[in-house]
């Protein structure tokens, strides 16, 4: 603990100076236990550290290049050759190169597993996701055969590299996260965030709340579990305590929160009260299971549409059944498939609109040889950026899919109507 608190930001906030959950009691007048942890607790960080200096989005090298893509591959390579980023995006390296490509779409990853409580080589996540790829993309035709929309005609996106992690050092990695998506943010463009264990959505997410204000970001988040947990012993960072973290500093209030597939053995009834107390959305396997998954897709979506005025996607890829999505942190059997996490992912962009994402907890050491959870983590984000697309082009109604995508019967009518 005095390793943590002397590794802590020098403007360490009270609880008081951020936002009402920081407050002893809340909108509605109930008393919320912000000292739960006792004294300690605020003696620690409750929130990271501001400033830009050593956002970490640098170019070391190129000293005196115009700012703007880079472009690392040859043009129509698959994505078994050439130079790996995410589907063989050019690369920018600084906040002038996203401005000066005028990109909407940075993908980076963080490569960080030391908060994990279960299985490591989360670390090892954002490479995996970007290597996986037979398909490439960059400079070949993109079209998603659902939808008929092309997200690399109609976006300009990127691969933004990595942001710094400084070994053994939580806080002040969390810090280099948090200034990093921050000039993604920042430039204009939505993030989207490869992990890394779960940890990382505090700082993530806490950057986008730093761009469009405390309280004004909401999280659809997709997972196995709560993630609202009040420390893993000693440790307020963790990869069970992130939602937690935003809800108590403030960034993210627990009404904006949508939770999607939680099932198991965790957390327990008091936690869960807390949740509730706190007025997070949570919907449990066990509702899925019984209204099936497409009624409860609608409620989220629906209620995301309700709360915040900027929502973020947080997809555990655990929230995926082990069966399709074996190689996490901490696997629990009794998920959702690979089709309702990519569905999901693409109509919350289309319908919702989205202003950043991750991706977490893939640890490549435990995927299976056929790499199916980086490549499930890789096609959700492309189902992002497909999302992401739509909107910009106006398919936003619900559930939309391209009539060529759904049978000769309804290419028929096209062709009669023609
Ligand atoms: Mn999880």
Known sequence: MSEQRSDSPQDTPRPSDHGPEGHAHGPDGHHHHHHDFGEGFWAQPPRLGRGLEGHGAVDDFNVGRPPGPIF???????????????????????????????IDVAICGVPWDATA???????????AIRACDYKGGYGRPH?????RVDAFETLRVCDYGDAPIRVGNTWTTFEEIRKFVGTIVDSGAVPIILGGDHATTWPSATALADHYGYGKVGIVHFDAHADTGTDTPGSLASHGTPMRKLIE?????????????????????????????????????????????EKVL??????????????????????????????????????????????????????????????????????????????????????????????RKGLTEPDYLHPGALGPGHSRALRDKG
């Open 72 to 102: 690392v591959n040859r043009k129509g390579e698959g994505g078994f050759a050439g130079i790996q980023t995410f589907a063989k995006l050019p690369v920018c390296l600084t906040p002038e190169d996203l401005v000066a490509g005028e």
């Open 117 to 127: 409580s279960g299985r490591s080589g989360t670390n090892h996540g954002p490479l």
């Open 298 to 391: 609608e409620r989220a979506v629906d209620e995301a549409l309700d709360q915040a005025d900027h929502l973020y996607i947080s997809l555990d890829i655990d929230v995926a059944d082990p069966a399709y999505a074996p190689g996490t942190g901490t696997p629990e059997p009794g998920g959702l498939t690979s089709i309702h996490v990519l569905t999901a992912v693409r109509r919350l962009a289309a319908e919702v609109g989205i202003v950043g994402m991750d991706v977490v907890e893939v640890s490549p050491p435990y995927d299976d040889r056929g790499e199916i959870t980086a490549l499930l983590a890789n096609r959700a984000v492309r189902e992002a950026l497909t999302g992401i697309a739509m909107r």
């Open 249 to 293: 500093s403030g960034a993210v209030p627990g009404k904006n929160f949508v939770q999607v597939g939680l099932r198991g053995y965790w957390p327990d009834q008091e936690t869960i009260d807390w949740m509730e107390e706190r007025q997070m959305r949570t919907h449990f396997m066990a509702e899925i299971n019984r209204d099936g998954f």
């Open 143 to 147: 079209y998603s055969l659902d939808v």
